[in-house]
């Protein structure tokens, strides 16, 4: 009985998983047409900086889909965790904890991925910007590539930084 | 063989150098080879490996995209350059040449911090690894 119940279960969760994940494609089609026509849009208004628009929203819809995509691995660890019961304060702490360990390591591990992308785009965008007699293009291909390091480390070292002010506390 | 095939087979032998130093370039992807927990993973790494994955393929499309079109990018920066010294050569601008100099030089440096660009990622991640830490202290106050 109970392991039929838990097969209809999961056949339930797999294809709630299925429309979702045909929704969040649905959903990041629409999203990523309706960003790339209002930036066109921006661009033949003559508005200066529409590639950066377009890049800072972009990525959350990407990243979006990537959620979607591994949604039952990530649903799976978050079920494991709420399933593992819960007595008392501590064990309460224990739960939060590991989920916030989950997204933790979610982010941290994918943070060298956006650091190569963001150094390789900012070349790029100094190389069209050369192409076009933008003047001081080196130096603010230097401070644009300070600033994405600079900003990956912190990312990286966060959970210590944190560290310390608690500690600090 | 004419002038016109030696330059054109400058140009290929060019292009076939650039695309061997990408091609040794490429399988330094920090995304994926320099990850932080990869030595001592911690408890629960194994649910959030799809999303890392699923993300670490996605940047690697579009750093190839990036580094790609900057080849192409390089090509007509570098054209354009010669070409803006030959009209400023022509019409007897004293500081044309150099400023076309300047662009390529520009030009050519960009463009190996483009193809380096994983490369330097790669060195940053690796210093930077053995201070990463994902598991959160709970503090007694």
């Known amino acids: 009985m109970d392991l039929a119940r838990s097969t209809a279960l999961v056949a339930v969760i797999a294809e709630v998983m299925q429309w979702a994940g045909g929704l969040g494609a649905i959903y990041f089609t629409v999203a990523l047409v309706t960003t790339l026509a209002q930036a066109h849009v921006g661009a033949i208004a003559g508005r200066t900086g529409v590639l950066v628009e377009l890049y800072e929203r972009a990525i959350p819809i990407i990243v979006c889909l990537a959620v979607v995509a591994s949604a039952a691995a990530l649903g799976d660890a978050v079920g494991r965790w709420m399933t593992s019961g819960v007595q008392d304060a501590t064990g309460a702490v224990a739960l939060w904890r590991g989920l916030a360990e989950i997204v933790v390591q979610a982010v941290l591990m994918t943070v060298g991925a956006s650091l190569a992308v963001g150094f390789a785009s900012g070349v790029l965008g100094a190389q069209l910007s050369l192409l076009g007699g933008q003047p001081g293009i080196l130096s603010a291909l230097a401070a644009r590539l300070m600033l994405v390091v600079l900003t990956g480390v912190l990312t990286l070292l966060a959970v210590r930084l944190a560290g310390l002010v608690i500690g600090l506390v | 063989m004419n002038k016109r095939q030696k330059r ?29 927990q990869q030595d001592d993973p911690p408890s629960g790494s194994a649910s959030v490996q799809p999303l890392v994955e699923l993300v670490t393929n996605v940047a690697r499309l579009f750093i190839q995209f990036f580094v790609f079109s900057s080849v192409a990018v390089f090509a007509v920066s570098v054209a354009r350059g010669f070409w803006s010294a030959q009209i400023a050569n022509l019409v007897g601008s004293p500081m044309g040449v150099s400023q076309a100099w300047l662009n390529i030089i520009a030009a050519v ?33």
């Open chain 2, 8 to 36: 054109g087979n400058a140009w290929r032998r060019l292009a076939i150098l650039l695309t061997l130093i990408l091609l040794l370039v490429s399988p330094a992807m920090p995304a994926q080879a320099s990850n932080p």
């Open chain 2, 109 to 141: 440096f960009i463009f190996i911090l483009a193809v380096m660009s994983t490369t330097f990622v790669g060195i940053v991640f690796d210093a930077v690894r053995n201070y990463v830490d994902t598991s959160i202290p709970i503090p007694q106050f």
